[in-house]
């Protein structure tokens, strides 16, 4: 019999399913957490703390973050919000693949203006940033978010050829966060729209960039809330890569520290 000592000094006996039910709140499935469980139990001894089960529970957590993570990383990305947020990870994403990105823009076409989610570019090449986020992931995006792509693409090289603007673009870069349908993916192939979204193209689609630039979302730590995601979106935050350097008081500092441990184990 295993005695656990609690934060008032009061002792119990060791429940495991207690301490299954709070290794799921950061995230695993059932047979996850009786498996962190069980190794956790390995290092037991009587009269254990709580505070030094939280360690062991955490060091456990952390190990097998990967298969976590890979899970959880579509809905993180709906999690986001739109504006700023996902439209600003695009361009963080973008600069780990070594573009040089310039943030939104108004830019004058020959008919009139346009606000376009960024500017990047690369072996001197210039290619206008095109964004759509949905929070419900598994909602494609529609062909009539290709087409107004390229009909502000074209207004933007007129005005370019009548000297307007300053931006010689190659094409647009179309960013989601989804699956295109299957229409949509047949026009910007045929006018030739760069498309990136969830597993398309094959071998090239935003999880795998993602996973490339090991710049995963804030939102795909396992434990955050609701209210510490709006807390970190006022911040500004987009990557794990803010939290792991985040200095704030925001935020109670035990939770912060634990947010900070899952950044780092995913990092």
């Known amino acids: 019999m295993i005695t ?12 495991r399913e207690k301490l299954v039910r709070t290794i799921r709140r950061y995230g695993l499935n059932q047979r996850e957490a009786v498996e962190v469980a069980m190794k956790i139990e390995d290092k037991l001894f009587d009269g254990v703390s709580t505070k030094e089960i939280q360690k062991l529970m955490m060091d456990e957590i952390t190990a097998s973050r990967f298969i976590i993570r890979k899970r959880d990383l579509r809905a993180a990305l709906g999690q986001m919000k739109s504006k700023p947020d996902f439209e600003v990870y695009v361009q963080e994403l973008l600069r780990g693949l070594g573009y040089k990105v310039a943030s939104n823009k108004v830019i004058q076409g020959f008919c009139v203006t346009h606000e376009i989610d960024g500017v990047a570019e690369k072996d001197g090449k210039q290619y206008y940033i095109e964004t759509k986020h ?12 290709a087409l107004a792509a390229k009909a502000k693409l074209d207004d933007i090289r007129h005005g370019y ?6 931006y010689d673009f190659e094409r647009v870069i179309l960013i989601c966060n989804t699956r295109m349908t299957t229409h949509a993916l047949r026009y910007s192939k045929c006018v030739g729209i760069e498309h990136i979204g969830w597993n398309s193209p094959k071998n090239h689609g935003l999880e ?3 996973t490339q630039t090991r710049l995963y979302p804030f939102t795909v730590l396992p434990s955050i809330t609701a209210n510490e995601r709006k807390i970190l979106s006022s911040m500004g935050a987009t990557t794990i890569l803010d939290i792991i350097n985040l200095k704030t008081n925001q935020i109670p500092a035990n939770r912060l520290i634990i947010l900070k441990k899952e950044a780092k184990a995913i990092r």
């Open 4 to 15: 656990v000592k609690k934060w008032d000094k009061t002792k119990e006996p060791y429940n």
């Open 134 to 145: 949905h929070s419900k992931y598994h909602i494609r995006t529609p062909f009539i978010a």
């Open 161 to 166: 050829a009548e000297g307007k603007n300053m």
């Open 208 to 210: 795998k960039i993602i």
